[in-house]
């Protein structure tokens, strides 16, 4: 373990620039790409074209078992599964699609919208699919500034 450690950290030390950053590749998982077709919605500002790429690049992300992920090579997840899906019928894709067919059966599979983590079911509460009631709610005096916490 240790030498994964030093050998992970030489190769960083490597790679970063005189300056003190590094220029690399950022690949993101579905959920951005899902969040972005949602808000896109919410706000009524549909770019028809970005949004054609924005559903190829979801539907390439698809693993086999009908799912989306959250990191590379991960299993499917429900939060990850579930926006894409939602996603995708937002951008017209029918639900009668044997790719969203796949995607409702392993969202089911791993729970659902009962599964899904509270930040999510905001997404899903804003777009008017979600009651705000069952949303969980956080009183401010839980929340402390005072000593950096939040």
């Known amino acids: 373990m240790e030498n994964a450690i030093r050998r992970s950290q030489n190769y960083l030390l490597r790679e970063q620039k005189p300056e003190g950053y590094w220029v690399g590749e950022l690949m993101v998982d579905s959920t951005i790409v899902s969040d972005t077709i949602a808000y896109h919605h919410w706000n009524g500002k549909v770019d028809r074209q970005w949004q054609r790429k924005a559903v190829n690049h979801l539907f390439s992300m698809q ?4 799912g989306w992920n959250i990191y590379h090579g991960g299993p499917s997840e429900v939060n990850a599964t579930i926006k894409a899906y939602l996603a995708l019928k937002l951008a017209g894709i029918p639900a009668t699609d044997p ?12 729970g659902g919208v009962p599964r899904m983590n509270t930040f999510s079911k905001l997404y899903l509460a804003l777009l008017g699919l979600y009651s705000w009631n069952t949303c969980r709610r956080f009183p401010a005096r839980s929340f402390s500034l005072a000593n950096g916490s939040a």
Not at 63 to 66: F, K, R, S
Request: hydrophobic content about 50%; aromatic content about 0%; proline content about 6%.
């Open 63 to 66: 693993l086999p078992d009908g």
């Open 99 to 110: 790719r969203m067919l796949r995607a409702r059966a392993v969202g089911l599979s791993l």
